[in-house]
């Protein structure tokens, strides 16, 4: 296909050109080449659990039942039960790594590390019941920390976090029996359940997946938030740049693509010493340009005000700009394939984790005792390697867009003077009610379009978005995270946000912040005395691929927010899953998925539902 049917972002369509003249593989072109894809695996009706199969569910042929006997309904729900553990891991145990920093940070182990945000740490405190008066800051996180580890497996019976959530809410998990226990044991069960052998009702192995995703959205990646904000800073709103022309021509350009603030901290120091800039001149460049790339961007952009280059679909393009010195990698969504990406240039891919080794790669093994001086080595790498750079062959297309970001739900609070004020204008209509649109670009979807077109829809409507992950990219590319966005919005959310100074779209973070919207929403419910499933609020994931949306989609649900995927899960092949999670869900957690690929339709869907919540509430 055409670069411009791959894309809408203006910075990619040239690079992608660039890529198909040269022959540059993209992720594109492999997924042109896996096309048409089996059947069977598209409808969820295949299984490789087991050593007695691989089966599949073919009706038509009479084959109704695995060798072991598991019908369509139960392969479907093993499988996407499967995928929620799993992406309920990825966000748990990045949030423990920030959880175990914190903690070697208040041991003295992790010396470059301080606390950012002490407020926080103390109101964090407070909830597990620590008492902090007359202690220093570390000696609190010490305490902080260890009670979080706990959260991930010892002998309990609810997390701490989940009693941020109103009664009413509480209550429902409660009696549909999904109150999470503790992040491992949930995601450890349900590995136990996909076992063969271990129980044959799809609901309740469905039901389990809602449990062990409320332990990710409230537990693991609530976590890694507030871990993340008291190292680093609770994001504050702020000005920054947004898209591919981020990257500047005279200098040493250093892209940070993953999940894990942790490491990118470090280097956002490093590259700030004085010494490093001596040395790029040296080099011949101009200075040092930190750019972002996916969540970790986003964690950079929140806090930093780094600029991000892109998400999920430009990883390649930026090295196809030929002006990229080092890409860092952490983990999550990063193609394996970009050392061969990088190899067609001066590129080098720097792997830093060690559960998240890169054969290609260089490798700089990242500890939090060592991590200033590592983050030292690689800026360097990057100064090193800027006289290899090729200026015949750099192409950095356009300008960048200017977006507002930060939108915490401390800053949000801080700023609308608490949550009352975003309730009034709810409850007189001038704002319709809130959505959130998250997750990731999936090569199925005309890259950016699913999230730029159901933004754009839903602002015009009165909804106020937030957006966190390559959602959140997408919107800032297309200019919507400017205040000036206010002029595409209807006339009473307009308002709202001129006299407030804001855009119509909030960008709340990455992907383990979608937490933080749980915890807005959580707000708002209190505000009003009821339970989330009560408010006009509904999710959207437009253009989702990974196991980790399956799992934010799922907390999503479980907390009582009705949730629009705009891309057709691996589930057709039982039309029971598909009744259970689209409509019988709604007896047990007060909320359903839907599925709506076209964006338009897919606000329509979210319009419907908030107006049949506002006139629950008598709004
Ligand atoms: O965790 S939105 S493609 S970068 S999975 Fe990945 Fe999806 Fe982007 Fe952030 Ni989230």
Known sequence: AKAEERTIDETAKPLLKLSLEEGIETVWDRFEQQQPPCRFCASGVSCNRCAMGPCRIIPEHNRLRGVCGADADLIVARNLLDMIATGAAAHSDHGREIVETLHKTA???????????????????????????????????????????????????????TRRAPDATRQVWDEAGIMPRSVDREIVEAMHRVQMGVGADYANILVHGLRTSLGDGWGGSLMATDTSDILFGTPDLNTSHVNLAVLKDDRVNIALHGHNPVLSEMVVRAAGEPEMLDLAREAGADGINLVGLCCTGNELLMRKGIPQAGNHLNQELIIATGALEVMIIDYQCIFPSLPRTASCYHTRIVSTSPKSRVPGSLYFPFYPESALETAREIVRLGIEAFPERDPARVLIPGQPVEAMTGFSVEAIGRHFGGFSPLVDAIAEGSVLGVAGVVGCNNPKVRHDEGHVTLTRELIRRGILVAETGCAAIAAGKAGLLRPEAAD????????????????????????????????????????????????????????????????????????????????????????????????????????????????????????????????????
Request: proline share 5%; with cysteine; aromatic share 6%.
């Open 107 to 161: 041991t003295g182990e992790a010396a470059g590390y301080m606390i950012s945000d002490p407020g926080k740490l103390r109101r964090i405190a407070g909830e597990y019941g620590i008492d902090g008066a007359g202690r220093d800051d570390l000696s609190v996180a010490a305490d902080v920390s260890l009670a979080m580890l706990e959260e991930y497996g010892t002998i309990k019976n609810e997390i701490c976090f």
């Open 488 to 619: 595409m919005a209807a006339p009473g959310l307009a308002n709202v946000c001129r006299a407030f100074g804001i855009p119509p779209v909030l960008h709340m973070g990455s992907c383990v912040d979608c937490s933080r919207i749980l915890v807005l929403a959580a707000g708002l419910a209190r505000e009003i005395g009821v339970g989330i499933h009560r408010l006009p609020i509904a999710g959207a994931a437009p253009e989702w691929y990974s196991q980790k949306a399956v799992s934010i989609a799922s907390y999503f649900v479980a907390s009582g927010v009705y949730t629009v995927l705009g891309v057709m899960p691996k589930i057709t092949g039982s039309p029971a899953v598909v009744d259970l999670l689209t409509r019988g869900l709604d007896g047990l957690v007060h909320a359903t998925f839907a599925v709506e690929p076209d964006p338009v339709r897919a606000a329509d869907l979210i319009e419907a539902h908030i107006k049949e919540k506002r006139s629950g509430l008598g709004i």
